[in-house]
Structure formats: structure tokens, C-alpha cells
């Protein structure tokens, strides 16, 4: 089997691709389909060529691993659709699984299309931060019209073959074998001139339409190169002949793609496939089959926790310690469903179908079937102990005992249990049942086939998991609380509440850390800080932050934290607070100075990428890659800097350093080396994968 097989049927010509596992558009895939049609060329008896994809897809894509290579070196799949367009013989594109990008770009480039009923096709260039730079954006909108072309090149998501069809995407739906039903639809136009070629029609727009999709893209995607590109380029294909939409795609094209945030998207494509491999399990190693969960509490968390499993189709038996608290949770839970269904998301039908998987009950013997029990009770370890104490009389033998905790020690949970290779920290982040991280916290006994069942888990309940080892805050929080440190520091010298806020805001984070600490509640952070306070001897805390939660003032919940907040939840500074910030200054000596933006920016960041360095170092972390993916799926940072460790490898890990030092931290020794040594974290991870 070669990369490109070419197999004779009659008088049409088949190419397969065989470039598992998605037949990217990799070096040697042009070169196997120009073979194809110089072989179609010369051979008199072929009337028609059919390009279909061997395995489980369609072309996925160009290569993305080759975006980095230097132009030469790039498979040149504009120059293969170039000569596919203008070819002499009727081509047919035959789509199974997924075309997408350059692969629904050589769809787009044939003269006809077909499909299996369940292909999906789609132009998701933007969420790796370019564009269609293959003939996309100006073939699309010439087929399905522009506002649909914008739609799909903006949101970046598929359609279905029904809906491509319907469309005029797709020629016809291939009920049984794609490729036999291929052959017959290329034999059956092998002989119709002229030949359908998308690059010869034309397409207009309202104006309007482009002003609608640049105002959209302010909200949708702030911040962001690539959508505005995509746009002036399907103005060009409704307002200019093809051939300048199509130069103009390659010099754009281009532009995106050596851009930061091209690279920090692409960063987080890998990081996060990466991240679901852990060295030592295999797809060898043994998994169970979840059928079904046991959830302690059900609170904020308990609940949102349950909405995973019941939302698909894993029966989940709830617990709580009181018939009302029971209650309140299964109404959260109900409450949270039939929203979803009055915004269209799900029928009525679904939400009691959801809702009839769920058994309340206040008798944890009622977890003894599960193949999961996750406790998800307030963090106290001397509860948590006696929880997991009477769960290791219940559960059956194989149960995954796991907890939800966000600070507490694993180890110590598991060693009051005659079992601690079944047990294993969930860490799902709030609201539980929306975001989409899900730190697996491996305790020094997990088995690894308890491990990879819970891997398989969080993929299966739509989480991106991400293995991390036993410390305090694991890798997320404990990175945060650095960050809350330095947050505060600027503060006291002289930035504004607001100010570090904006700064953050401006990076393209929902929320600062001040709006984040308000919405989670002051109380928490403040409680923390108080008892580790205790516990090291120290005086009690007595920062600016401790005393606005002296006053009451405890955030969001209770209408006022470090802003005021109006009934749409709106912050609003409060010269109150900034006046006791001030007489704060004022007693402890420091003298106030302006803190410009860029400072406030590059002391967050880099408190969180130094704390992610000393975590990358203790192998709490396997890869730096991991921690990005954290702070993109728990944190909200943006993914088009693709988390801050890839933010510090392109500002540098030498200006890093320097600034660190600048501004009186320590840097991390991990951090240090690698600056010193002029390397990234990036290649710290390749280095350590063997790559
Ligand atoms: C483009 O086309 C640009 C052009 O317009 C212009 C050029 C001039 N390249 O996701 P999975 C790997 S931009 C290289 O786990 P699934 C992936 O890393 C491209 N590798 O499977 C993983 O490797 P590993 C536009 C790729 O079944 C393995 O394949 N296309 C590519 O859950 C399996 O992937 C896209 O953006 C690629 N294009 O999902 C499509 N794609 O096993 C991106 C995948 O070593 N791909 N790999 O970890 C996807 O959306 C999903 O992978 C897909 C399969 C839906 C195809």
C-alpha cells in the first residue's frame, strides 16, 4: 500500500489515500495524487478520477505538524488544487468521516462532490488561528453563498453531508459502498463538458452582510487576527475576480499563520492530544466500563458533577445527609436542565429523561453497585476521612473511589481505606457541569488501570483530563495563588483594583483576578490565608484584601467585594475602597507609584509560568504543555496565547527571568536553567518525550 494508491476500475481511476490516521495532507500525499493525474493524463481509457480517502476519513486537513517547515520543504497542496481545478477529466471527491480544511479545500477543487450520509465537512482553520488558504475562502461562499461561507469559516465548525447537500456542497448521498457509488456517479459524468468548475462562478453580497460579520467578530473573537482575514476575504470573493481572492489568500494566509497566536493555537491542538497520553498505560493497559456513578453532596459541585454523568446516559445515585439539602439539590440540577431546554439545547423529553436517571436517596448503602463513587462534600479532611472510611465497607470490590478535592491531600484520603490503589482525586472546576477541565490527580497508590479508566472517563463526559500529582492546589490552583499574591502586591505599591483587572482584561481574559476572587467569594481566599497563617506561627494576615473582607464585604454574594456590583452583576469602584487602600499605603510606608500595563500584565503572567516551572520540575506536571491546557480549560486563559507557558516561550524565558528578577521574585531553578541554556518549554517537552 503506498501513500497514494491508484487502482484502476474500468475506465475511472481511483486515488486513495492512505495517511493514517486522518490523511492529513503530509509530504508525499501531493506528490502521490500528481502521479495520479499524470497517470489519468496519459492513459486514453480513463475517463473520470475519483480521490477518496483509505481508513476512517476523508482528508483531515493539511499537515498541520509541517506549518513550521520552511515554505520548500511544505507539502504544496495550492499548487495540487491548482492543477485539480484546471484538470481535463471529471474528478469526484468521495467523503467519508470528515473533510476538513485543505481536505474540503481538494473537495472544492473537484468537479463533483459526494458523500456517506454521516461525512461532516467544514473550514476550522480559524480555531488554529488561520484561514482557509487553499481556495476555501473563495470557493466556499461561490458554492454555499457567503453569509453560510462566513458562518462556517468564523465559527470553524462542521456540517452534515444532509445539510451539504441541501446546500449544493454536496452532489448526491451515497446510501451504501462510497466508493462503488463513487465509480458509478464519476462514470456516469465522465462524459458532460463543460466541466463543473467551482473557480468559474460567481457570487454577491449585500454589503451589509461584511459589516454584520466584523461587528460579530468584536464579541465572538476579541483580540484576533484571523477572523477579520477571513472576512476580507470573502468580501474578495463576492466583489473580485477569483484570481486576486486567490493570490491575496496565500499572502494572507501566510501572514496568519507566522503569527503568535497561530502558534498558540496550534500549541494547544497538540498540547491537549498530549495531554491524554501518560507514559506507562497503554491501550493495553485495563479499563472498566462505567455504567454507573455514586455522587456524595449534593451541593453546587455534587450536582454539577451528576449533570455530566446523566447528561450521557450513566445513571447516578446522589447522597446527601438531609431530605432538604436532597431536595435543593435535585431542583439546582432540574432547574439547570430546563434552562437548557427553554434556550433550544435540548428537548423537554430529554430533560426527564436525564432527570429520570438520577436516584436521590440519604443512605450512602445505596452506592454499593457503583462503578464510581465521587465525593464532592466541603473540604474538611477529617470528613473526607470518615467518608472514604465508610465507602471502603460499602463500595463493591473494582469501585473508583475518587474525590473532588481542590486542596486536600490524596495520599492522606486514601490511606484510611484498605484499597488506596482505587482511589483518585476528580478535580472538576465550576460550574462543574460547563467547564471543561478535569485534573486527574494520580495519589502514589492509584492503580494505572484506575488511571486510564478515569482518563477514558472524563473523555467520554466531554472533559479535557489532565493527569497531575498530589501537592497543595494541585497544578491550577496552586498556580492561581501565586498569581492572587502578586495581584495584591501591585495593588499595595500603587496600581488600581481596576487597573490590574483591565490588564488582564486586555490579554483576553473574561475576567481579572480581582473580578474572578469577587465572584468566587473573598472569604475563601482570605479564610486560607488566615489558617496558613496559623499554621506556619505567623501574625494574623493583614493585608488591604484581608480588611475589605473584614468589613463584610465578601464579593459577588453579598453585593459588594472589591467593587460594588449592580443588579446585572456589573463591577463598579468604589472610592471607599480606594481611599482604604490608600490610608493602607500610607500606614505601612509605601510609597504609591504609577504601574503601567505592561508591568501589571508580564508580574501575573510570569507568577503563574514560575510557578509552573517549580510544579514542572517537582513532576506534578508531566509537560509544560499540560499546564496550558489547564489554564485554558480551567482559568479561562486565552487560547490564541495557548496558555502561559507558551506565552513565556515567545515573550523569551531570558526577558522572563529578567523581569522576575526586576520585580524581586525569585525564579524558579527549572526556569533559570532553561533560560540560561536559551531553550523553551516547548522543547524541555519534546526533549523529555524523546521527540
Ligand atoms: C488547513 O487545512 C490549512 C489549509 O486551509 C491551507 C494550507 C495551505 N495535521 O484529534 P484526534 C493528528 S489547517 C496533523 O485525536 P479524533 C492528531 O494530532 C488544518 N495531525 O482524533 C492526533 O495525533 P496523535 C485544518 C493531525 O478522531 C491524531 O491525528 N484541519 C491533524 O478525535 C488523531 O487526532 C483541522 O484543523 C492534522 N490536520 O478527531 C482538523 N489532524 O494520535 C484538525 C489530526 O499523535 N483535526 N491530527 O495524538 C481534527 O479536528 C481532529 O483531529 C479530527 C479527528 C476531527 C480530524
Redesign the pocket.
Known sequence: MSIVDQTREGDVLVLTINNP??N???PGVPEGLHAGLDAAEGDGGIKAVVIIGGG??FI????????DLPREQ?PD??GFIQRLDSFSKPTVAAIH??A????L?VALACNYRVATRDAQMG???V??G?????G?TQRLPRVVGVEKALEMMLS?NPIKATEAKQLGLVDEIVEGDLREGAIAFARAHADARPLPRVSERTVGADPAVFAAAREGIKKTHRGQLSPSLIIDLAEMAATRPFAEGWDAE?RL?MQA?DSPQSRGLRHI??AE??A??IPGITKDTPTTEIKSAGIIGAGTMGGGIAMNFLSVGIPVTIVETSQEALDRGLSVIRRNYENSAKKGRLSMEDVEKRMGLLTPTLNMEDLADADIIIEAVFENMDVKKDIFTRLDAIAKPGAILATNTSTLDVNEIASVTSRPEQVIGLHFFSPANVMKLLEIVRADKTSDSVLATSMALAKRIGKVGVVVGVCDGFVGNRMIHRYGDEARKLVEEGAKPEDVDAAMNALGLPMGPFQMSDMAGLDVGYLIRQHQAKVRGLPKPDGWLDRIVEMGRKGQKTGAGVYDYDENRRPKPNADIQRLIEDYRTQKGIQSRQIGQDEITGRLVYSLVNEGAQILDEGIAQRAGDIDVIYIYGYGFPAYHGGPMQYADEVGLKNVVADLEKYGQTPAPLLKRLAEEGETFAQYDRERAGA
Open positions: 490516521p486522518v492529513a495532507f503530509s476512517r476519513t483531515a486537513g493539511a499537515d498541520i505538524k509541517t506549518f511544505a497542496l495550492r468521516g470528515t476538513l480544511g485543505g481536505g479545500e473550514l476550522p482553520e480555531k488554529l488561520v484561514l482557509p488558504g487553499a476555501g470553524g496565500a494566509f499563520k491542538f497538540f492530544r498530549e491524554g497520553k
